[in-house]
């Protein structure tokens, strides 16, 4: 198993080498002129192009353009992200954890109401419990994010004033900017634990709920399908039955014996949506005005920002082989009969 | 007692309950909590002393030399200042700022050839690290502007009107050495004063100073590892990168706000106040510019009070107007021509799909197709001016009658300009290219950038008009994305581009150069070239006399009327969404972001 996950973990680097290489070889399609487009955004500008292009080198045949970079990298140096101000690096560590906080929050919902929601409705079949999920499955699958979030947004803070948008309040910014808060880790919950200040881990708790069940419902509808699929299966097969046959009490035999074996796909996909949440949700990111990572991506690609597409892809890529690393050790975990080699 | 039971009995008494008092009951609280509680609640101004302004503009750099966009200038107005402002809402009167009196040729201060400018400079000034300044940091502040000369920077705006020449550097990027030298000469500090010598007289120079010339302090630039101001580094610091200058992220002015955090995660910028100011420090103790994407958050932001001015464009006004507690202040003028439909009079036809066939055949344009005048009043006649107006400004704003604005001196209302005519513009098309253009008809595609809903509209009624005019005639109307658009216009491959401009100073000049000189930003992509039109661009420049500038430009308008290089179409005014305990407030159309970003110093709530 050890042996399993170190060999995975080395094929990170060649992975992230390739993701590079194909992007950079695709953004070559574009010429100079519209890459220069980052750096050009009024007609003011227009006569300088030629000179932004010289400036930016954005002329050299592609391996010089890439061995500059790749030189660059192996400095350290991920680049200049034009979108976000600052060096690639510092961006990643800027919008990553809040976008992991926004993840973690959202994902042990969607996965423990996905999980029982499913399993219910798989065991009663067509009652009550499975049309609301069917129900919920359906309204969540096709509601567009940017509506559920304003919807949200609309009563809990514009009517009830309650849950306000932004990641804090003005109270907390004016704090966590000033010498008696030190940020640790950069995840406002936790910093907020660690410097004993209650209030602070509320107001952020507060920011989270909104967008955390924008994402949760919209999420959970495939969890939820899948799972009542997967169960459907299981419960209809024979050592269902023989665990009946020989007495076992049905919550036994639902929740121990079909469901852990159910799991195989719900870890495949529960895994796929953990990634792709901290890979970004711009469009909640961006109702909720939430700092995350998505927001920064997007931008970054809308405007040619090359070295904060890359760094955003580099980054996401390595969560994808590390998401599904964690998928493959799971399968073992629960069905032994998988070996990893 | 059973808990069971204890419920039944609980149950059994809420029942005694008569029905009616208790409605009664409900009926007060809910009259109380809407008679008392809401409107206290409304009245109460949220964080009195702060102020929050809800955008959708990032900063580009907060570098004085360097930005060239409106968002970070909203901060640079507010954290620096130059020698000279405008005073209350005009754009043609100047207070001092700096300097403590305002050049003209009576008090002295501007040499009889016009040569000469003189700024005593103000005792007492102290930038926000406690230096104080001296006129030597106000000669800093200008070489520097004009030195550090960034590719696609605003640093000619100085160098052409101080030194008589755009750039620091020639087309290869080779630094003319010489530039230092002219700089030193040109500006001088005597005694209390700073000495401005131009290369030619240069009218809307005073007017450039007020906008772009602020004061940095040269002894924190050299202790945080900028120019030192020497002779011998300076070509060091010539076109840098961005993030490489102190300036970038920090701020030290003189203004009555300084910054106090950038916070680039959260799109934030706070300002707090000056509490050493020179003049009376602001009542606003801390000025908060937040990046907001989405309308909806910034609307519900500002009417939860939590956002006291927010960004909101013409198309979502009917959604703003008749909140509660939010004030609408509308038909503020503004200094932009925006959106601009350009014809191309020498199309590139390289790999260009745009021109169709490429012929005069019925299936595309030849490259030359826009230069035949009648073909461009044609489509001057065929454009519905009214409707634009309707349909994208929802009636708001005037006919443009040239393309200086109604905001600055040298418009000129009297002008003529096309009528929406169908009638007239067949008669033109009948005429072009020899009566060809009627018989074989035309196809060409016309381009817009992705998003912009004005631009779209205005390219669907230059369509729907003109193929109403005759079958043959075929416009395609497509968006691209912004690079596509920028490379496309740059090599002039668009046989019809829209855009717009916005002013960066005003001035007549900063219109009448790029819309009619054949080296200025527009007629360069278009391949416009009138030497009558180019002539009269560099006579008004030179004349200080407002009188006689003004005849100049009536005639530079006259000729873009018979030439129509372009189209103008509207003077456009904006409004302002901002909740009404805001006091204080006033509009000045020179100030960047306007009217949604203001000059904070005299804001208050209250």
């Known amino acids: 198993m050890l042996a399993f996950i170190l060999r995975r973990l080395a094929l990170l680097p060649l992975v992230a080498l390739g993701v590079t290489l194909l992007l950079f070889g695709l953004l070559q399609f574009l010429t100079p002129e519209m890459r220069a487009s980052l750096y050009i955004k009024d007609p003011r500008q227009l006569s300088a192009m030629e000179a932004v292009i010289q400036k930016y080198k954005l002329r050299d045949p592609f391996p010089v353009q890439y061995g500059v970079w790749l030189k660059q990298l192996l400095g350290g140096d991920l680049g200049y992200s034009e979108t976000a101000k600052m060096p690639v690096g510092e961006a990643v560590r800027a919008f990553f954890p809040a976008t992991f906080e926004l993840a973690l929050f959202s994902f042990f919902p969607i996965l423990t109401i996905g999980i029982w929601l499913g399993t219910q409705s798989a065991v009663k079949k067509d009652k009550f419990i499975d049309q609301v999920s069917r129900f919920m499955a359906i309204t969540g699958y096709s509601l567009p994010s940017f509506v559920l979030g304003l919807v949200l947004l609309m009563i809990f803070y514009g009517h009830l004033k309650l849950l306000p948008p932004g990641r804090f309040s003005l109270e907390t910014d004016l704090l966590i900017h000033s010498e008696n808060f030190r940020q640790y880790t950069g995840l406002l919950l936790a910093d907020s634990i660690l410097n004993r200040k209650l209030w602070v881990f509320w107001d952020g708790f507060k920011h989270l709920i909104l967008p955390s069940i924008t994402l949760c419902y919209i999420n959970v509808a495939l969890l939820v399908r899948i799972t009542r699929s997967s169960m459907l299966e299981e419960i209809n097969k024979d050592y269902v039955r023989t665990a009946r046959a020989k007495g076992l009490s049905e919550s ?75 998928a493959d050790t799971l399968y073992a975990y629960v069905d032994p009969r998988i070996r990893l080699k | 007692m059973k808990i069971g039971d204890k419920f039944i009995e609980v149950k059994r008494v809420a029942k005694q309950v008569d029905k009616f008092t208790f409605r009664k009951f409900l009926c007060i609280i809910l009259s109380a909590y809407h008679l008392i509680i809401l409107p206290y609640a409304w009245s109460q101004v949220k964080n009195p002393d702060t102020y929050t302004y809800l955008t959708i503009s ?67 000034v102290v930038f926000h690290d406690g230096t104080p300044l001296t006129p030597e940091d106000v000669k800093y502040g200008l070489m520097r502007f004009m030195l550090q000369d960034r590719d696609a920077g605003p640093s000619s705006l100085l160098l052409e009107p101080i030194l008589g020449y755009p750039a620091t550097r020639d087309e290869k990027g080779k630094i003319n050495e010489a530039v230092f030298k002219d700089a030193d000469r040109a500006i001088q500090v005597k005694g209390d004063n700073v000495v401005v010598h131009l290369k030619r007289p240069y009218a809307p120079f005073l007017t450039i100073l007020a906008q772009w010339g602020v004061v940095v302090s040269k002894k924190w630039a050299a202790a945080n590892g900028d120019w030192d101001g020497t002779e011998a580094t300076w070509e060091k610091y010539n076109n840098p990168k961005k993030e490489s200058a102190p300036f970038f992220d920090k701020m030290n002015g003189t203004g009555p706000f300084l910054l106090e955090r950038w916070d680039k995660k959260n799109k934030e910028i706070v300002l707090l106040r000056n509490d050493h100011y020179w003049r009376k420090p602001a009542r606003l103790k801390r000025v908060i510019t937040k990046g907001v994407d989405e309308f909806a958050t910034r609307k519900l932001m500002l009417q939860a009070g939590d956002a006291d001015a927010i960004y909101a464009d013409r198309p979502v006004f009917p959604q703003v107007q008749n909140l509660e507690g939010v004030q609408i202040i509308d038909e503020l003028p503004t200094m932009e021509m925006n959106p601009t439909p350009f014809f191309t009079f020498h199309i590139d036809t390289t790999a260009n799909p745009d021109i169709g066939s490429g012929k005069l055949d019925g299936n595309g344009i030849p490259p030359d197709f826009f230069s035949d005048k009648d073909i461009r009043k044609g489509f001057a006649h065929a454009f519905d001016y009214s409707s634009f107006i309707q349909d994208v400004q929802r009636g708001k704003g005037t006919r443009a009658t040239g393309c200086i604005p109604r905001s600055l001196p040298g418009h000129n209302p009297k002008q003529k300009w096309y009528d929406y005519d169908l009638k007239k513009a067949q008669e033109h098309f009948k005429k072009a290219w020899k009566g060809e253009v009627w018989k074989k008809g035309f196809q060409f595609t016309l381009t817009f950038n992705s998003g912009n809903v004005p631009r779209q509209t205005l390219c669907q009624i230059i369509k729907r008009n003109v193929e109403s005019i005759n079958p043959k005639f075929k416009i395609d109307v497509r968006p691209v994305q912004w690079s596509t658009f920028l490379d496309r216009m740059n090599t002039s491959k668009l046989p019809m581009f829209v855009l717009g401009w916005n002013a960066d100073f005003p001035d007549p000049h900063n219109f009448a150069f790029p819309f009619m000189h054949s080296k200025g930003n527009f007629p360069g992509l278009q391949k416009y070239k009138n030497p009558q039109a180019d002539r009269l661009v560099e006579d008004s420049i030179k004349e200080v006399i407002p009188a006689k500038r003004k005849a100049i430009y009536a005639k530079l308008l006259q000729l873009e009327y018979e030439d129509a290089p372009h189209l103008v179409l509207v003077d456009t005014v904006r409004y302002r969404t901002q909740r009404n305990w805001i006091k204080g407030w006033y509009h000045n159309p020179v100030f960047p972001d306007s009217p949604y970003g203001s000059y904070f110093y005299p804001i208050y709530k209250e």
């Open chain 2, 58 to 124: 990032d900063v580009d750099s907060m570098d004085p030399a360097w930005s060239y966009d409106t968002a970070s200038h909203l901060q640079i107005l507010n954290v620096y200042e130059p020698l000279l402002a405008y005073k209350g809402s005009s754009t043609e009167e100047l207070e001092p700022l700096i300097a403590t009196k305002i050049p003209t040729p009576a008090n002295g201060l501007i040499s009889k050839d016009s040569l000469t400018y003189t700024f005593p400079i103000r005792k007492g």
């Open chain 1, 252 to 326: 036994v035999v639902i929740n121990k014996h079909a469901r852990k074996n159910a799991l195989i796909p719900v870890i495949t996909l529960s895994s796929l949506l953990f990634v792709g949440i901290l890979g970004g949700v711009v469009i909640t990111e961006t109702v909720f005005n939430y700092p995350g990572i998505g927001r920064w991506g997007v931008n970054a690609a809308q405007q040619l920002d090359i070295p904060g597409v890359i760094g955003f892809a580099l980054l996401y890529s390595c969560l994808f082989v590390l998401g599904n690393l964690v």
